[in-house]
């Protein structure tokens, strides 16, 4: 059983650790604690001397507990199928131990049905004698040997696999596909961070990530009736000044699952955090398109698109593309970017090394990543996820009546919000007078969000949000340029009726633009076969005990 004074005097040891130095490379996220007892706020990532010596000696081994299978383990990722993990090859249920965490049941929910191991590898405080003894309370038995055997064949990767030379990537991430990888940040983790961290950004792929050399890398660039122009990433960061903008992208697909609830769809099953926020740095698109020749004051009437090429090619040989209006290309204010940083550093990998294009406040599947070539056009792409995909249909279009040619391909997204604490089907006191929500809104074209609303009566009643301010440390961003999500807060008076234990709290909450464009209230009336761009009201139902 979980004793609260073990919990307690570890999660003061660890504070002290951080605060001595033993804990080196520390980057503040907010979130702290995953698979153990700490809350301190911050997330070590490697050079522990302490956690190396942990991780050399590895787990004990069991020889005569009971086995279970790792589908076994993971089949129990709730409280109400119980919360086993795994740490080498021995298994632990620690049901008993989740709700009275100090780092909060949402973080360590985050290793529900999993290996402990690259979570303690990340938040390296658990790396620790005291934790081990913790968790060695909760030991039910250990993985069967077909488990250990399937863990080892994962970890090994095979020349012939197309994706063998993608990037290693945070466990933190919530897997949608391996191959190609798509994964979304923990839903508790998203508003911890005006600025996401870069391991913790969703990522978005459609074919395998291209390896590409920096020192050979070129950018080609064609307008109709001019010479090409071929750039370097030296070009790019020497010949053009160099922009900043802090951006919010989200997938079309994002919170695609609730669509699902209501009728099939096609696409993969995102929740609601396919989207993040960053920092971006590179060359203006204007700037490029300009030295080339291009007309930026619009005078070429001929041209009506700007094109992108990424790196990533499919079997065929065919390169991932999409395209943009020239308006939104050329548009001073616009701010779209070939950027090659993100958040101070060099672009990831996952996340288009070297040069990509950002394009704020458009639908994520433009923002062409492994950038290769930009096309001036009088038509737009011809790339399937230009014309036959990424587009929005009426409820009552199937797949047997849908044509892609009769839709225009999704730009500007509508506004969105979601709610990121606390989690459906989490538990608060019934003697809580009071309970704390937190959030992300947004929306497209650079639309920011002036009002947040949050019920927790499922609508009939309402409290308006406090809408925190950008920590980033970059200027306020003016208006129709909020590219940025507002992060949201509201501590709302749980009702005197509704305190009792057995109850529901039914939360939801919707965001208001500038525009005063609204969310809709459910998702019947803006479903479609491709389940896009679901921005209805969204839920949490939270049980009262």
């Not at 090859?89 to 402990?116: C, E, S, W």
């Not at 997938?251 to 695609?256: E, Q, S, V, Y």
Request: include cysteine; glycine fraction near 8%.
């Amino acid at each position: 059983m979980f004793r609260l004074g073990s919990a307690s005097r570890f999660f003061k040891n660890g504070y002290q650790a951080l605060l001595s130095g033993n804990v080196r490379n520390v980057h503040v996220i907010g979130a702290a604690a995953v698979g153990g007892a700490f809350a301190g706020g911050y997330y070590a990532t490697r050079n522990v001397p302490s956690a190396l010596s942990f991780a050399a000696s590895g787990p004990k081994t069991v020889t005569k507990l009971k086995e279970y299978s790792l589908n076994e383990v993971a089949a129990h990722d709730s409280l109400e199928h119980g919360v086993w993990v795994t740490f080498g090859d021995a298994v632990y249920d620690i049901t008993d131990f989740v709700q009275n965490h100090p780092g909060g049941m949402d973080k360590i929910m985050l290793a529900a049905g999993r290996d402990l191991h690259a979570f303690w590898s990340l938040y390296a405080v658990h790396q620790s004698d005291e934790v081990r003894e913790i968790l060695e309370e909760h030991r039910i038995g250990k993985l069967d040997a077909a488990s250990i055997a399937e863990k080892s064949r994962k970890q090994e990767r095979s020349a012939d696999d197309p994706y063998v030379n993608d990037p290693e990537r945070s466990p933190l991430l919530t897997i949608n596909t391996e191959k190609p990888f798509n994964a979304e940040t923990p839903v508790a983790l998203v508003s911890e961070n005006f600025i996401t961290p870069n391991e913790l950004f969703f990522v978005r792929n459609h074919l395998p990530v291209p390896d590409v050399d920096a020192e050979t890398y070129v950018l080609e660039v064609v307008i109709p009736g001019q010479k090409p122009l071929q750039l370097s990433l030296k070009d790019l960061k020497e010949k053009f000044p160099k922009h900043s903008i802090a951006a919010t992208l989200q997938c079309a697909g994002n919170r695609r699952r609730q669509m699902t609830d209501v009728k099939a769809v096609k696409g993969l099953s995102w929740g609601a955090a396919a989207i993040s926020n960053a920092q971006w740095s590179g060359a203006r698109l204007r700037d490029v398109l300009q030295l080339v020749g291009l007309d930026t004051d619009g005078a070429q009437s001929d041209i009506e698109h700007i094109q992108f090429e990424g790196m990533d090619r499919g079997v065929e040989g065919k390169p991932y593309g999409a395209s943009i209006p020239v308006r939104t290309a050329l548009d001073k204010f616009g701010d779209v970017l070939l950027a090659y940083e993100m958040n101070g550093v060099d672009l990831p990998r996952d996340h288009g090394y070297p040069v990509r294009a950002v394009i704020p406040g458009v639908v994520g599947a433009r923002n062409v990543k492994w950038l290769s070539r930009i096309v001036a056009s009088h038509e737009e792409s011809h790339s399937h996820w230009q014309r036959n995909d990424y587009k929005g249909f009426s409820p009552s279009v199937d797949w047997d009546t849908v044509d892609f040619t009769k839709a225009p391909a999704i730009q500007d997204l509508p506004v969105q919000s979601a709610i990121c604490v606390p989690s459906s089907g989490s538990t608060v006191a019934a003697d809580d007078e009071s309970v704390a929500v937190r959030g992300y809104a947004w929306s497209g074209g650079g639309r920011g969000v002036v009002r947040v609303d949050v019920s927790l009566d499922n609508g009939k009643t309402w409290t308006v949000a406090n809408l925190l301010p950008a920590d980033d440390g970059s200027a306020a961003q003016k208006s129709r340029q909020r590219w940025a999500w507002t992060l949201w807060e509201a501590d709302v008076a749980i009702p005197e009726k509704m305190r009792k234990s057995g109850q529901h709290l039914d939360i939801v909450c919707k965001a208001v633009d500038e525009s005063y464009n609204n969310q809709p209230e459910s998702v019947e009336p803006i479903w479609n076969l491709r389940g896009v761009l679901n921005n209805s009201w969204h839920r949490s139902k939270v049980i009262v005990k």
